[in-house]
């Protein structure tokens, strides 16, 4: 379970936080979804105040739609595709096998 706090930035990472706005259970539950759930209100307030966001959280905050999508999460995306598409072309040959010539 990953938890989406604000804290003081002078504190640990894994510290004491003032306020916990949200959670996100990056394990897939059994429709194949991952949930986040986000205190949109008190998150807008701690913006309103001068908080800095992490990079971890501005990407989460991009998908959820409060803010523009952060480029490296259209890159991951792109790189993926491709990744997945190569893949695909390679368990394709796999299964074709290798062609025989029609004039042997």
């Keep these: 379970m990953l938890l989406l706090v604000a804290a003081h930035n002078w504190r640990?990472?894994?510290g004491p936080?003032?306020?916990q706005l949200g959670?996100?259970?990056p394990m897939p539950n059994?429709?194949?979804e991952k949930v986040v759930g986000i205190n949109m209100e008190r998150l807008r307030h701690w913006l309103g105040t001068g908080a800095c966001v992490s990079r971890p959280?501005?990407?989460l905050l991009g998908l959820a739609g409060f803010f523009p999508l952060h480029p490296m999460t259209i890159t991951g995306a792109?790189?993926?595709r491709k990744a997945r598409a190569a893949e695909a072309a390679r368990a394709s040959?796999?299964?074709a096998g290798p062609k025989e010539d029609a004039e042997e």
Aim: aromatic share 4%; proline share 0%; charged share 45%.
């Design 12 to 14: 640990a990472r894994d």
């Design 17 to 19: 936080f003032l306020e």
């Design 23 to 25: 959670c996100c259970d």
């Design 30 to 32: 059994s429709h194949g």
């Design 57 to 59: 959280a501005e990407k």
């Design 78 to 80: 792109e790189r993926l």
């Design 93 to 95: 040959e796999a299964s």
